[in-house]
């Protein structure tokens, strides 16, 4: 099989593909919403997936995620696309169930390389038990793959970011730089092999380990950082996420990726649509700043729980960890200190 | 002092073209960017190598002087 290097296809990768968020807003905003009383969550909200209500006191949850490729091997990429298109449904708090999957694909390539993307998707998503039941496929350029993805859950058992409240723990369930490194990975620098487990790690356990425990609001972390996805929260639920720098977690290489200019260009958009949003301390160099606003691919679960609740779920997630608190809505949504 | 342009170029690409012209000019250069991150993105990397880096407008482009 000719050898293909994908990321070489490509102009930018992940979720660093996303349209940064200002230009999104100003497209999307005021559009006349959708009227349906089973909606219970739609376009308004931000939020990582639509809620339609079943009727039973079960709802519906629908997502959709796809993206240019950030590593070179098919078959990794059709497994990050998956668990990053999956993760939306854990983030709502719901149990994933079938798949659609959206492919763009480049006629330069041979036709294994889609092959060994959909291997790598369909085995991901059968560790979520979710079944890729069809999906459509388009001839372009660049290749991108993603997944619709359909989940269910009891109503009351939704997490949406609309809920923290102030006293809640700010919980990550994964460590931050997939972006950075993986920047530097595409120029050659590193050889991201901690990044790429990662992010082909489904959330899924995240997700379980806090089944019976309160989880007042919940989102994942992808290409708006964990700034703007704070913010999405904060906004939501009218609070202000407290964030102590001292007690994220970087995979190894971040920091340096950071400091040699390995920055996705996410990174500045992400910025330029939160300064006013987001109060960082000044102690904080450029650096930490790369490191806060760099767009993160197949992220974590960030969760809000009553502080007791947190203890408890930490206890039995080593992956996860504290990362500040909620307070009452202060003058910014979202506070680094 | 001699000149590298970067334009057309998206990150990290301007940064490993930076990367391999400083190797062949370790005194310096100048480097043409066309966008903000890439602005950003050389100046770091020549910043983190111990380089000082001065920063001119030009029309749609900047021209980033590296030297020791």
């Known amino acids: 099989m000719e050898e293909v290097k994908l990321t070489s296809l490509v102009r930018s990768s992940g979720c660093n593909a996303k349209l940064p968020p200002g230009d999104l807003h100003k497209a999307l905003d005021d559009l006349p919403s959708a009227e349906s009383e089973n909606l219970i969550e739609g376009f308004e909200s931000s939020d990582d997936a639509l809620v339609y209500s079943l009727g039973d006191g079960r709802v519906l949850i ?87 993805v359909t989940g269910f859950a009891d109503e009351c058992d939704v997490w949406s970011n609309k809920g923290a409240r102030a006293g809640d723990a700010v919980i990550l369930t994964k460590k931050l730089g997939t972006g950075l490194l993986m920047t530097a990975h595409k120029a050659g620098e590193s050889d991201a092999a901690e990044a790429i487990e990662q992010m082909r790690t489904l959330n899924r356990k995240a997700a379980e380990n806090a089944a ?119 003058k910014a949504p979202v506070t680094v200190c | 002092m001699k000149e590298l342009d970067t334009s057309g170029f998206s990150c990290p690409e301007p940064v490993i073209m930076t990367k391999k012209a400083l190797k062949e000019s370790p005194e310096g250069l100048t480097v043409i960017v066309d966008n903000r991150a890439s602005k950003e993105n050389v100046t770091r990397y020549a910043t983190a190598l111990g380089y000082k880096v001065k920063t001119e407008e030009g029309s749609g482009n900047w021209h980033l002087m590296i030297s020791k």
């Open chain 1, 62 to 148: 629908e997502t959709v995620d796809f993206f240019p490729p950030m590593v070179d091997d098919p078959f990794l990429f059709g497994q990050i696309a998956a668990a990053n298109a999956i993760s939306d449904i854990y983030a709502m708090g719901g149990r994933p169930s079938l798949a659609m999957s959206l492919m763009c694909f480049p006629s330069c390539l041979d036709i294994s390389v889609m092959r060994r993307i959909m291997e790598g998707a369909i085995a991901k998503a059968a560790e979520a038990g979710v079944v890729i039941a069809g999906g459509h496929t388009l001839s372009d350029r660049e290749p991108k793959f993603g997944l619709a």
């Open chain 1, 212 to 330: 019976g425990l309160s989880v007042h609001a919940a989102t994942d972390v992808t290409g708006f950082s964990l700034m703007g996805h704070s913010f999405e929260v904060a906004k939501a639920s009218g609070v202000t996420i407290s964030i102590d720098f001292s007690s994220l977690r970087f995979l190894p290489g971040a920091e340096d990726a950071a400091r040699f200019g390995f920055v996705p260009e996410g990174r500045y958009t992400n910025e330029d649509y939160l300064a006013d949003k987001v109060s960082i301390a000044d102690v904080f160099s450029i650096t930490q700043r790369d490191m806060l606003f760099s767009p993160e691919t197949s992220g974590g679960l960030l969760l809000f729980m009553p502080p007791e609740d947190a203890d408890e779920y930490l206890k039995n997630s080593g992956f996860a960890f504290r990362i500040g608190e909620v307070i009452e809505r202060g």
